[in-house]
């Protein structure tokens, strides 16, 4: 148990001796602060919300209460104002903190809150036939550092990637195709010349509107199964996944299925059927929907008047197929935030259909990733592909290696792991609803809030733990005064923190909370590194500020790990 939990059980205890209702552990752990200014205590509790309930202005209810409150892992409560500011016992909570990380390793920090149950993770999910672009980037990690996070509470993830493999597109590349194709070009450089061909018939269909008619024809021969059309559409598949793998890998992303959209063409019967059974289904101007006016949505199209199933039809035949292959304890969706609506005429829906699971299924948006503060699209081919860019990261990193630290042993492998983490850790050290703008240079700079800085940081410990010729001895008691300063109690209180902020973010689906994290812990390890003589003369001193350092490179390397970046002991 944290000592925030600790110090709310005491809290919560106290109120409940007079007689205050409301406020259990929970609630009062809600309410905990910590204070701007370390001077004014480790944790602070306000007291307003307690006015209306003990009838007495805050500030004396603090005071009353203060006088409620002590032991430990308290060392003092002062009542300030409204607010009780509360002080921890440094020595006794360093202790408690570095023991259980240096026991436990990689396990801080774990939890058994999901028992194991499944949560597929609908993720990344790029369009066939189509490079993987930065845009696709976001779903990719995200969704990957969320099942991490779960993984981490204790549910089992079931990553998939829900590849766009069918729609009218692929009727639009067949035309293409057959109009201005290259069988040898597209062997050669798939993805490159299927863009091609991809933005070429847009452009072309500007001026020969007849070509939009062509390609719905040909997706129409592909949805009944045209043997030309299948053959076609199975080899721009099959390429493009080869060419995806390439990109998965060198993130070390892997998934659990990549049933894609074609995967429920037969299982979309069934769902009309169901809506059919239950009363659901209403004929609008030709077409099939589900009615939403009571949730004050539009109408969720099922059917179109010439008979073709929509996305949202493949989506419930889905969500209906995940519950029963994996009875999921929650379903995730980490998708851009311009299908906020969808997932919720979705989720609607299979509600209307009495299947209370649907309440489980949270649809994860995302903001854009931008270039030069503009949208990035595909169809007009102004586009920043993924796999470019992580080849120019990992070459810059490369050059940097070779100026400063050119007998750096695995030197390629180092380039690797600091250069795809550079371009990850960008995107996850921001909230996921803001939008992102494209920068290179940004993201593979060694100071400030980037990933090769965190990674750095990691390796700079390592490396004194190796000098220091430091030994685990996690049951070695800690000396008396090694950390006393300011800097270590920092270190300390973060350290203490890293459970707490992986609930955080498994709760609220958001690892930006684990990024900002290890950034703080990271810049919070420099100071007492600039401050501190870590390699004291004095032995137990010493062997107790390791310690702290060989604590801190647990818990960097586990942060960043959830976050889906390694951690180079070298740089």
Same mark, same amino acid.
């Given at each position: 148990m944290s000592y925030k939990h600790l110090v709310a059980e005491k809290i919560a205890a106290a109120l409940a001796q007079q007689g205050v209702e409301n406020f259990p552990k929970d609630t009062v752990y809600g309410m905990l602060e910590t204070p701007p200014n370390p001077a004014m205590g480790d944790i602070a509790f306000p007291?307003?919300?307690?006015?209306?309930?003990?009838?007495?202005?805050?500030? #004396?209810?603090? @005071?009353?209460?203060?006088?409620?409150?002590?032991?430990?892992?308290?060392?003092?409560?002062?009542?300030?104002?409204?607010?009780?500011?509360?002080?921890?016992?440094?020595?006794?909570?360093?202790?408690? +903190?570095?023991?259980?990380?240096?026991?436990?390793?990689?396990? *801080?920090? @774990?939890?058994?809150v999901g028992g194991g149950r499944k949560v597929p993770i609908d993720l990344s999910s790029p369009n066939i036939a189509k490079p993987f672009s930065m845009g696709h980037l976001r779903s990719t990690v995200i969704g990957n550092a969320i099942a991490n996070i779960l993984e981490k509470q204790g549910y089992e993830p079931v990553r998939i990637n829900h590849l766009g493999d069918w729609g009218t597109q692929f009727g639009k590349l067949i035309v293409a195709y057959h109009l201005w194709g290259d069988e040898a070009k597209v062997k050669a450089e798939p993805i490159k010349e299927l863009l091609t061909l991809?933005?070429?018939?847009? $452009?072309?269909?500007?001026?020969?509107?007849?070509?939009?008619?062509?390609?719905?024809? &040909?997706?129409?021969?592909?949805?009944?199964? $045209?043997?030309?059309?299948?053959r076609l559409w199975k080899w721009f598949r099959d390429e493009s996944l080869k060419e995806f793998m390439k990109i998965y890998d060198l993130m070390n992303v892997s998934f659990d299925s990549t049933n894609g959209e074609a995967f429920y063409n037969d299982k979309m019967d069934r769902v009309v059927e169901l809506l059919e059974e239950k009363g659901l289904l209403t004929e609008s101007e030709g077409a099939l929907v589900v009615n939403l006016d009571e949730y004050d949505m539009p109408p969720c199209l099922i059917k179109k008047s010439d008979g073709a199933t929509l996305y949202a039809t493949r989506d419930l035949a889905a969500a209906l197929y995940r519950h029963e292959t994996y009875d999921?304890?929650?379903?995730?969706? +980490?998708? %851009?935030?311009?299908?906020?609506?969808?997932?919720?005429?979705?989720?609607?829906?299979?509600?209307? #259909?009495? *299947?209370? &699971?649907?309440?489980?299924? *949270?649809?994860?948006?995302? %903001?854009? #990733?931008?270039?030069?503060?503009?949208?990035?699209?595909?169809?007009?081919?102004?586009? +920043?592909?993924?796999?470019?860019?992580?080849?120019?990261?990992?070459?810059?990193?490369?050059?940097?290696?070779?100026?400063?630290?050119?007998?750096?042993?695995?030197?390629? $492998?180092?380039?690797?792991?600091?250069?795809?983490?550079?371009?990850?850790?960008? $995107?996850l050290k921001n909230y996921r609803l803001n939008d992102i703008n494209f920068s290179l240079e940004e993201m593979l700079t060694f100071e400030g809030e980037t990933g090769p800085y965190v990674q750095y940081t990691h390796a700079r410990a390592c490396s004194l733990l190796r000098r220091g010729g430091w030994k685990p001895a996690p049951e070695a008691g800690l000396a008396a005064g090694a950390l006393d300063?300011?800097?270590? &109690?920092?270190?300390?209180?973060?350290?203490?923190?890293?459970?707490?902020?992986?609930?955080?973010?498994?709760?609220?689906?958001?690892?930006?909370?684990?990024?900002?994290?290890?950034i703080d812990l990271a810049q919070s390890f420099n100071k007492f590194y600039a401050n501190v003589r870590i390699l004291a003369e004095e032995e137990d001193v010493k062997a107790t500020r390791l310690a702290l350092v060989a604590a801190v490179v647990a818990v960097l390397k586990e942060g960043l790990r959830l976050l889906g970046l390694a951690a180079p002991e070298e740089m």
């Amino acid at each position: 148990m944290s000592y925030k939990h600790l110090v709310a059980e005491k809290i919560a205890a106290a109120l409940a001796q007079q007689g205050v209702e409301n406020f259990p552990k929970d609630t009062v752990y809600g309410m905990l602060e910590t204070p701007p200014n370390p001077a004014m205590g480790d944790i602070a509790f306000p007291c307003f919300q307690l006015a209306k309930a003990l009838r007495k202005a805050p500030p #004396m209810i603090a @005071s009353e209460l203060a006088g409620q409150l002590g032991g430990a892992p308290l060392r003092e409560v002062a009542a300030v104002g409204p607010y009780v500011n509360l002080f921890l016992d440094q020595a006794s909570v360093a202790e408690q +903190v570095i023991g259980e990380i240096l026991t436990q390793g990689a396990n *801080y920090g @774990s939890s058994n809150v999901g028992g194991g149950r499944k949560v597929p993770i609908d993720l990344s999910s790029p369009n066939i036939a189509k490079p993987f672009s930065m845009g696709h980037l976001r779903s990719t990690v995200i969704g990957n550092a969320i099942a991490n996070i779960l993984e981490k509470q204790g549910y089992e993830p079931v990553r998939i990637n829900h590849l766009g493999d069918w729609g009218t597109q692929f009727g639009k590349l067949i035309v293409a195709y057959h109009l201005w194709g290259d069988e040898a070009k597209v062997k050669a450089e798939p993805i490159k010349e299927l863009l091609t061909l991809y933005v070429r018939f847009h $452009d072309e269909a500007k001026e020969n509107p007849a070509l939009e008619d062509q390609g719905r024809e &040909w997706f129409k021969k592909l949805e009944d199964g $045209d043997e030309e059309a299948l053959r076609l559409w199975k080899w721009f598949r099959d390429e493009s996944l080869k060419e995806f793998m390439k990109i998965y890998d060198l993130m070390n992303v892997s998934f659990d299925s990549t049933n894609g959209e074609a995967f429920y063409n037969d299982k979309m019967d069934r769902v009309v059927e169901l809506l059919e059974e239950k009363g659901l289904l209403t004929e609008s101007e030709g077409a099939l929907v589900v009615n939403l006016d009571e949730y004050d949505m539009p109408p969720c199209l099922i059917k179109k008047s010439d008979g073709a199933t929509l996305y949202a039809t493949r989506d419930l035949a889905a969500a209906l197929y995940r519950h029963e292959t994996y009875d999921f304890a929650k379903a995730v969706y +980490v998708v %851009g935030n311009e299908q906020r609506l969808h997932f919720q005429q979705l989720y609607k829906v299979l509600e209307k #259909m009495g *299947y209370p &699971w649907a309440r489980d299924m *949270y649809h994860i948006p995302f %903001g854009m #990733m931008l270039k030069d503060g503009k949208k990035m699209s595909t169809r007009k081919g102004k586009v +920043v592909l993924l796999e470019e860019v992580l080849s120019q990261a990992i070459a810059d990193v490369q050059k940097v290696i070779e100026e400063k630290n050119p007998g750096l042993a695995n030197k390629e $492998d180092v380039a690797r792991q600091v250069g795809v983490g550079a371009v990850i850790f960008h $995107d996850l050290k921001n909230y996921r609803l803001n939008d992102i703008n494209f920068s290179l240079e940004e993201m593979l700079t060694f100071e400030g809030e980037t990933g090769p800085y965190v990674q750095y940081t990691h390796a700079r410990a390592c490396s004194l733990l190796r000098r220091g010729g430091w030994k685990p001895a996690p049951e070695a008691g800690l000396a008396a005064g090694a950390l006393d300063s300011k800097e270590a &109690w920092a270190v300390i209180t973060l350290l203490n923190a890293f459970p707490e902020v992986i609930e955080r973010a498994g709760d609220n689906f958001d690892p930006s909370q684990i990024g900002k994290y290890v950034i703080d812990l990271a810049q919070s390890f420099n100071k007492f590194y600039a401050n501190v003589r870590i390699l004291a003369e004095e032995e137990d001193v010493k062997a107790t500020r390791l310690a702290l350092v060989a604590a801190v490179v647990a818990v960097l390397k586990e942060g960043l790990r959830l976050l889906g970046l390694a951690a180079p002991e070298e740089m």
